[in-house]
């Protein structure tokens, strides 16, 4: 059985630093892997969606790496802004979404 | 392009009642999978739908039930309400069920049951 686990729980950090986050899966066996921004009480936004057999992908500020055999995803926000606060989650996907419980990120201006 | 939508935006609810929830999929889509997010935990998938069939199911009871119409929205339904289910409900949708295919997510549903 897939598990996700995302750590930290919750970041803070000064506007301008980049921002780490970390996603673990216990299965190698994914399609994809996706990232995901949620504001509070709100509905899910894709980041990033990398390809089984995809390394890394890039939007903008955000990079997303993927590394199967160690089963590690890291998604990356470059020069972080206050707009960026929310909680990020990371899925694995294999006929289904399987989601971490999410990291927190606050940027302080 | 119309974006997924889902009705109402909240709900309170008393146990053992019965609970219908709506989706409508983003314009092209004919997959739409339902999740459940409780409170500071990530969604958990109930079920799928793929052209008004069931494709693939979570841990979730029977009591969980949907559908899927010809238009490709579709409903949840949870009988039998217990306090644990309350939490955010998710809809998302997709043109397949490929692996490539990115699931754009709507506003959800929060449902409170007391």
């Known amino acids: 059985k897939q598990e996700v686990t995302q750590i930290p729980a919750a970041l803070s950090v000064p506007e301008g630093e980049n921002l780490v986050l970390n996603c673990s899966f216990t299965d190698s066996a994914i399609y994809n892997l996706q990232w995901f921004r949620q504001d509070p009480g709100k509905g899910l936004t894709s980041l990033l969606l990398i390809q089984s057999s995809q390394r890394e992908q890039t939007s903008g500020r955000l990079n997303a790496s993927l590394d199967k055999s160690s089963g590690r995803s890291t998604l990356y926000i470059a020069a972080s802004q206050p707009g960026d606060s929310a909680t990020y989650l990371c899925?694995?996907?294999?006929?289904?979404?399987?989601f971490g419980a999410g990291t927190q990120v606050v940027v302080t201006p | 392009e119309t974006g997924v939508t889902q009705s109402p935006t909240h709900l309170i609810k008393t146990r053992g009642q019965q609970v219908t929830l709506r989706c409508s999929s983003q314009?092209?889509?004919?997959?739409v999978s339902w999740y459940q997010q409780a409170l500071g935990q990530g969604p958990q998938f109930i079920f799928q739908?793929?052209?008004?069939?069931?494709?693939g199911r979570g841990n979730f009871p029977p009591r969980f039930s949907g559908l899927q119409f010809p238009n490709y929205s579709s409903e949840l339904n949870v009988n039998a309400l217990e306090l644990d289910d309350s939490a955010l409900y998710l809809c998302a949708s997709s043109s397949g069920t490929a692996d490539q295919e990115t699931q754009y997510f709507g506003p959800g549903t929060r449902l409170l049951v007391l």
């Open positions: 314009s092209g889509h004919n997959t």
């Open positions: 739908y793929y052209r008004e069939e069931e494709n």
């Open positions: 899925a694995s996907y294999w006929g289904k979404l399987q």
